[in-house]
């Protein structure tokens, strides 16, 4: 609906209903003038022409004239175009029928006028003109004699031309209209090519290609627009730049920073786990710290193994080591190596698929321990497979997720209760579990990984995979 009432057709329409309404008001005046001049030079040459031919009639023979007379005089006054009928009192010639006489006209005729009238009789248009003889008495008064004197003449002729000038009309109006559908689609087509060349550059602006630039021509309003466009997209491209190379630099910060504290950390958390383990043969104090001590060299070194994984994943690193495994012995084993599987319900049909078996493994194990960590028991695991997806959901029963949190629940280092920003927690792994998700794709498919709140109560994480991933890079590699 919006293309077929798009600008293209709105030109068409505004030039074809101002074509079409000029040529109706040129036609039409011009038609009405036309008609009127024609129709007003017959009557004025057939009244006339009338008035000539009686004046040779004076003086009259007889001021009283019988049939014959009356006939005589119609004679005189009749032509190949006219048909007369004089008339006194009671007499009258042969001929026109006095019925045919319209009785306004007959009225002013018998009243002493000249006058006349326009009549359709038989469907045809006539000019009746009536007149009464005067004459002039020898003392220069003008006297009536009563004889009416009544001429009809044909209209026909002036009617075809008056037809031919309507057929002219409507074919000055036919052709003004293709005319200025033609000109419209001209001023269409130089209007909407710039305008057309403006809506691709911004869609593909809008894809990401930000060398995308349209030419300049000319020096009208969407020449401004187009050098306008061109300088946004100059200005936009610098700022993406600038801020994907700070992006990079912080990128190989953290990375940096992460593998240079992997070494130090591992003999951190070697002489904390050697303090841990002597921690009750110390006295309270020095237990207690060095319990402390063991618990944050692990989360600290958890930090920065999340940190290294998620650095692998922003700069294209992080790759797929497909094997096709059965899923529910992949999350059984999950499940029992961090001491989950006593803790949880499962349902897990044999399926087999091809996936990465650890990047599974770190899923199932970060969204159960989430689950058990900050929801409520029971916690459940059940799997699920049609013939082109593989579907893990980890339910539980605590108190569900926040309508604001569910937008930001797969943020890095997001947290939704601010009281645990000191947790175990980095703030990572529901960021690394989705991009292992997304990282498992057939080609045309990728995995996702969706968080929602339960109908009655919990929160529900479900992992979506292909059920053959594919890894362009494995394969040729093998």
């Known amino acids: 609906m919006r293309r077929a009432?798009?600008?293209?057709?709105?030109?068409?329409?505004?030039?074809?209903?101002?074509?079409?309404?000029?040529?109706?008001?040129?036609?039409?005046?011009?038609?009405?003038?036309?008609?009127?001049?024609?129709?007003?030079?017959?009557?004025?040459?057939?009244?006339?022409?009338?008035?000539?031919?009686?004046?040779?009639?004076?003086?009259?023979?007889?001021?009283?004239?019988?049939?014959?007379?009356?006939?005589?005089?119609?004679?005189?006054?009749?032509?190949?175009?006219?048909?007369?009928?004089?008339?006194?009192?009671?007499?009258?010639?042969?001929?026109?029928?006095?019925?045919?006489?319209?009785g306004e006209l007959r009225r002013a005729v018998t009243g002493g006028q000249i006058a006349w009238q326009r009549v359709v009789r038989d469907?045809?248009?006539?000019?009746?003109?009536?007149?009464?003889?005067?004459?002039?008495?020898?003392?220069?008064?003008?006297?009536?004699?009563?004889?009416?004197?009544?001429?009809?003449?044909?209209?026909?002729?002036?009617?075809?031309?008056?037809?031919?000038?309507?057929?002219?009309?409507?074919?000055?109006?036919?052709?003004?209209?293709?005319?200025?559908?033609g000109l419209a689609l001209l001023a269409a087509r130089g209007v909407l090519r710039p305008v057309r060349e403006l809506g691709d550059a911004a869609r593909r602006l809008g894809e990401g290609d930000l060398a995308?630039?349209?030419?300049?021509?000319?020096?009208?309003?969407?020449?401004?627009?187009?050098?306008?466009?061109?300088?946004?997209?100059?200005?936009?491209?610098?700022?993406?730049?600038?801020?994907?190379?700070?992006?990079?630099?912080a990128r190989r910060f953290v990375a940096d920073v992460s593998h240079e504290l992997r070494t130090p950390l591992a003999a951190v958390a070697a002489v904390a786990d050697i303090l841990d383990e002597d921690a009750d043969t110390l006295p309270d104090e020095l237990g207690r710290a060095a319990r402390l001590v063991s618990q944050e060299a692990h989360n600290l070194t958890r930090l920065v193994n999340d940190l290294m994984e998620i650095s692998r994943f922003d700069s294209g690193a992080a790759a797929l080591e497909l094997d096709e495994v059965d899923v529910a012995a992949l999350v059984r084993a999950s499940l029992r190596s961090r001491g989950f599987a006593e803790r949880v319900e499962t349902d897990l049909p044999e399926v087999s698929a091809v996936v990465d078996p650890r990047r599974i493994d770190v899923?199932?194990?970060?969204?159960?321990?989430?689950?058990?960590?900050?929801?409520?028991?029971?916690?459940?695991?059940?799997?699920?497979?049609?013939?082109?997806?593989?579907?893990?959901?980890?339910?539980?029963?605590?108190?569900?997720?926040?309508?604001?949190v569910l937008p930001h629940v797969f943020d890095r280092f997001y947290k939704a209760d601010a009281a645990r920003t000191r947790s175990e927690g980095s703030g990572l792994g529901l960021a690394i579990a989705r991009e292992n998700a997304v990282l498992h794709h057939d080609g045309a498919r990728r995995g996702e990984l969706s968080a929602a709140s339960s109908a009655d109560g919990g929160a529900v994480f479900t992992l979506r995979l292909p059920r053959r991933a594919h890894d362009p890079e494995q394969e040729a590699r093998s």
């Open 212 to 249: 995308t630039r349209i030419s300049v021509r000319g020096s009208d309003e969407l020449a401004e627009v187009a050098h306008t466009f061109n300088h946004t997209a100059a200005e936009l491209e610098q700022h993406v730049d600038r801020l994907q190379a700070m992006e990079a630099d």
């Open 123 to 181: 469907g045809h248009p006539v000019l009746v003109i009536g007149t009464p003889l005067l004459v002039v008495g020898t003392d220069g008064n003008v006297m009536p004699t009563g004889i009416e004197v009544y001429t009809v003449r044909s209209l026909l002729g002036e009617q075809l031309s008056i037809e031919e000038l309507a057929r002219n009309a409507w074919l000055i109006g036919g052709a003004a209209l293709v005319v200025a559908i």
């Open 363 to 404: 899923v199932v194990a970060n969204l159960v321990g989430n689950a058990l960590r900050h929801g409520a028991p029971p916690v459940s695991v059940r799997l699920a497979a049609d013939p082109e997806w593989v579907t893990i959901e980890v339910r539980d029963h605590g108190p569900g997720l926040d309508a604001a």
């Open 5 to 102: 009432w798009g600008l293209r057709t709105r030109l068409l329409l505004a030039f074809a209903l101002l074509s079409v309404l000029t040529a109706v008001a040129v036609a039409g005046a011009s038609y009405v003038q036309s008609r009127n001049l024609v129709l007003q030079q017959a009557q004025d040459a057939a009244v006339e022409g009338m008035t000539t031919r009686l004046e040779a009639l004076y003086p009259l023979p007889d001021t009283e004239p019988d049939e014959a007379g009356l006939t005589e005089i119609a004679s005189a006054v009749s032509d190949r175009e006219t048909s007369s009928v004089a008339i006194r009192g009671e007499l009258q010639s042969p001929g026109l029928n006095p019925a045919d006489i319209p």
